[in-house]
């Protein structure tokens, strides 16, 4: 391996991804890094997008594509190839996504020069807007679970330029530290798709890591296309729900825990009766008691990941955590909204 250029790993996870799959992979091999591998993992799709990428890129010796057998959503498919990577970074990247072709470098760089960042988060742009602006620049999470991505929707301008801390990085373009992911695991594989990027970056701070923003290494975002295929909104709102509570369970201590989690409940209470008999939309209201029923019925499995947080994982405490987080309650965005 080039002591200069360390192996990097890209796992991109598809999912009926034609139309968008080939420009991603296009962009990708267009970088201007010589040593990376691309590990394309199928999550059983049932188009042609891989039949279209073999024919595009199969013959790239850095191309090796898995494919499952089933959907394993976000967290089991990219697990999949985060365990095939031989990278001493990982990044795991959008189908419906393109990159600038200095993109590596830039992640490379950064992650050398600092040996205490655990996951790093490059700009990410929407995709064909002029001026550019911005998906998100890694994310907040405020003490009872919301999350949300920072700086939404603004022009791209200068004051985004600076690379700093953020507490989690999104998993549209995530950059992970292959070595401490022996130490803090993968994606939780209950959550299925959200939020599970929030889980792993929290874990990664619980160890003493760092997680930053690379914005020289500039990614393009074309939304949540994949997810919208075969997920239906009030299946999102549940998920989300389902894992912020199981999230607080698994890595707070056990004094914010007490404090933060009722406030949760009570939240989603709000929640069930402004959708309910506001919006008058059911599903989504109802996402919420089934969300709190998931967690009760995976307790076991909920503690167990608890005890492995706080006992082999944790070596900060949590005063260092919640100072990085949001000083306000981003559910108020949810309740007006």
Known sequence: MDAQRPLISIVVLNYNGTGFLENCLESVFRSDYSNFEVILVDNNSTDESIKSAVRKFGMDARLRIIRNSINLLYAGGNNVGIRQARGEYVVVLNNDTEVEQNWLKEIALVMQQDDTIGAAQPKILRFGYFPPRIDYIGGNLDRYGYAEGRSRGEVDSERFDKAEEIFYAGGAAMVLRKRLLDDVGLFDEKFGAHWEDTDL????????????????????????????????RHDVAW??????????????????LIICLPVLLISYIVLFFKEAIFDKNIKIALSSVSAIIWNIKKLPDILKQRRFVQN??????????????????????????
């Open 312 to 337: 082999r994982i944790r070596c900060v405490s949590d005063k260092n955590i919640v100072s990085l987080m949001n000083k306000g309650f981003i559910a108020l965005h949810f309740l007006k909204g």
């Open 239 to 256: 998920c989300i729900r389902k894992n912020r509570i199981a999230g607080l369970i698994q890595n707070y201590s056990g004094k914010n």
């Open 201 to 232: 970056s929290w874990r990664i701070r619980l160890r003493g890591y760092k997680v930053m923003v690379v914005p020289k290494a500039v990614v393009y975002h074309k939304g949540s296309l994949t997810m919208s295929r075969f997920v239906k």
